[in-house]
């Protein structure tokens, strides 16, 4: 069984065949804005400095310090005249296979809910803050807004071939917890990271994880957790350059993965470019739930 609350076999009542639900923007509680102002104002003490140019300007661009949680209707406007993309609701985690039909037509599903207050510092499962402030700034750039409709293309493709686990870890460490080389140093772009005031600071600034250029196969093969801080993040050069590696046949890719071993979380291969070698101090201290 899952420990997540918004999870269903099928669509649940008033969901369409595709999950999608009307955001019902009015029906949000004074309590329920007030937790989105104060996780935004959080993040915004936390990310200048440490948060991708693009990131920020995705921020700016759409707008969504007006008080509140943000109205797809005002929303979608403006970042569908930028990059074609819209944001639909629904109503938790979606199947695979609509989870990737909507990003192949350039739409990204989130949730509706958002956290609980005492649920500020860590939500297991997906909520519009995550999804909407973590992933929606990037979508604001048309090079990784082609890289997740490529994505989700890729995962059609991958579902009817069982590679998904492997295309699931490409996701996890490029869309949810990337790292950007910028001039000035390490960048976070991961919507995962951007959305956690404490992931913030430890993924570019902590002496415990490895970070590791980015290679397609590497990651591909790599396990990830998803309890606790990474104890491996990858670097990429550019959005460019990771559409670039990732707007390629797959398919010769998939016949070398096939049967091949993972790689542990913690591993560093002979093969990698280490940007930063970790002490791998927190995951060994018992990490976010030790004692």
């Not at 994505?151 to 790292?179: C, D, H, I």
Request: proline share 6%; hydrophobic share 40%.
């Amino acid at each position: 069984m899952s420990d997540f609350a918004h999870v269903f076999e099928t669509p649940p009542d008033g969901a369409a065949a595709d999950w999608t639900i009307p955001q019902d923007w009015s029906s949000y509680t004074s309590v329920e804005h007030q937790t989105w102002d104060t996780l935004y104002a959080r993040q915004m003490k936390i990310l200048p400095g440490r948060a991708a140019d693009v990131f920020m300007k995705g921020l700016e661009a759409l707008d969504l310090n007006t008080g509140g949680i943000p109205d797809f209707s005002v929303m979608n406007p403006k970042l569908q005249a930028l990059t074609g993309w819209t944001v639909v609701c629904v109503p938790g985690l979606v199947p695979d296979d609509v989870f990737f039909d909507h990003l192949a037509n350039r739409r990204f599903p989130s949730g509706q809910f958002i956290r609980k207050p005492d649920q500020l510092d860590y939500l297991q499962e997906p909520d519009i803050f995550h999804d909407v402030f973590g992933h929606v700034p990037m979508l604001t750039d048309p090079d990784f807004a082609d890289y997740m409709e490529a994505y989700g293309k890729g995962g059609q493709r991958a579902a009817s071939l069982g590679m998904l686990p492997n295309l699931a870890r490409l996701y996890w460490y490029t869309v949810e917890f990337g790292l950007m080389r910028e001039e000035d140093g390490l960048r976070i772009y991961g919507a995962g990271i951007v959305s956690s005031a404490t992931e913030s600071v430890f993924a570019v600034e902590d002496p415990s994880p490895n970070r590791i250029a980015f290679d397609l196969e590497r990651v591909m093969k790599t396990l990830y957790r998803i309890d606790d801080f990474q104890q491996v993040y990858f670097v990429i050069d550019s959005i460019d350059a990771l559409k670039a590696v990732t707007l390629q046949d797959f398919g010769p890719i998939y016949d070398r993965l096939q049967g091949a071993e993972t790689i542990a979380i913690d591993a560093v291969m002979p093969t990698d470019e280490v940007i930063t070698r970790g002490t791998q101090a927190y995951a060994t201290k018992g990490g976010r739930f030790a004692a």
